[in-house]
């Protein structure tokens, strides 16, 4: 069982081989976690130059 609160397509993508021995495709990943009843959304990058208050920058302009 695995006890991680995020996952990503990667990481599923091995669970599934190695627990299953199954080899599905990167791309058909969402499509079964979605089927599973999970909430799947895509990662978003935080840039390390990134101000710590960037998103209240954002709203003033």
């Known amino acids: 069982m695995i006890?991680?609160?995020f996952l990503s397509t990667r990481?599923?993508?091995e669970i599934i081989k190695k627990e299953f021995n199954i080899d599905y495709s990167m791309s058909r990943i969402?499509?079964?976690v979605k089927k599973l009843g999970?909430?799947?959304k895509k990662g978003y990058i935080i840039y390390?130059?990134?101000?710590e208050d960037a998103e209240i920058i954002l709203k003033k302009n």
Not at 48 to 51: A, F, G, I, N, V
């Open 30 to 32: 969402p499509a079964i």
């Open 38 to 40: 999970y909430s799947y």
């Open 11 to 13: 990481k599923i993508h």
């Open 3 to 5: 006890n991680e609160s």
């Open 48 to 51: 390390s130059k990134m101000p």
